[in-house]
């Protein structure tokens, strides 16, 4: 009951908030956060705690909350509470990795990520349409370098999802980015990009994306160029080698003796 309740929930908001597991300042097409600002504003007041007897969503939810506010060291502790009271809870591993990352915590961010998959991977065997766990599985696997499994998640995600959205394509351009298949990166992000025109990392991504497919094709004409090259070379080479010699030919006359001799 409690995942079919997660994942329900985490379905509204990715069909009503776009990027919503991505903070403002998280939104480089590249997916790396920004150098923070020496001018940023002053953090909001804290909320109070929570009453005893809080349960893992709550946690969560606060955990949200903290890290849309830019205070992560709080964050950390609520998602680290909510997978404490909760360790089946996906998406708080997932957000917990976040936190860590975000207060330079990289080793115990890989960890969250890793737990994260874990329990991604257990949801999507237990069901195989669950498009929003396969896209948190993949949005895990990237933050852990593993792109081609994350784009098989994104794959799933886009497969089996109930519509159409952006947010996806976006994600599965990345992840294929970074792999530098930029062919299947361009279709992608021209993909997210017909759904929804103001995605604007989808479009700044989408830019490099030609770029770089526009210097693989580039590069792989220069190399069949080369290959053909080297075959003419070494089928002239083989012809001048192979020449049959002539044995039958008559022997050469004997020069005549001249009058004088």
Request: glycine letters at 4%; charged letters at 30%.
């Amino acid at each position: 009951m409690r995942a079919i309740t997660l994942c329900a929930c985490a379905a509204l908001a990715l069909s009503q908030a776009g990027c919503f597991w991505r903070r403002p300042a998280e939104a480089g097409a590249d997916g790396a956060r920004p150098t923070p600002s020496t001018n940023a504003p002053a953090e909001p007041p804290a909320p109070p705690p929570l009453p005893p007897g809080s349960d893992a969503r709550a946690y969560y939810e606060r955990g949200l909350e903290d890290y849309r506010q830019n205070r992560d060291a709080a964050a950390v502790e609520a998602f680290r509470e909510a997978v404490r009271l909760d360790p089946d809870f996906a998406e708080a591993h997932y957000r917990l990795g976040l936190a860590l990352a975000a207060t330079g915590k990289d080793e115990e961010a890989e960890q969250a990520f890793g737990e994260a998959v874990k329990v991604f991977e257990k949801e999507v065997k237990e069901d195989e349409e669950d498009s929003v766990a396969y896209f948190f599985l993949g949005l895990s696997y990237s933050k852990l370098g593993e792109y081609e499994k994350a784009v098989k998640a994104f794959k799933e995600s886009i497969k089996h999802a109930p519509e159409e959205d952006d947010d996806r394509f976006y994600e599965l351009g990345l992840a294929q980015f970074k792999l530098a298949d930029y062919a299947d990166s361009v279709r992608s992000l021209e993909k997210a990009l017909a759904i929804n025109p103001d995605n604007y990392p989808a479009a700044d991504l989408l830019e490099r994306a030609r770029s770089g497919r526009e210097r693989r094709e580039a590069f792989l004409k220069r190399q069949e160029q080369l290959r053909k090259q080297q075959e003419q070379k070494g089928n002239a080479n083989a012809n001048t080698n192979t020449a049959p010699s002539n044995t039958n030919a008559p022997p050469a006359p004997t020069p005549a003796k001249s009058p004088d001799s």
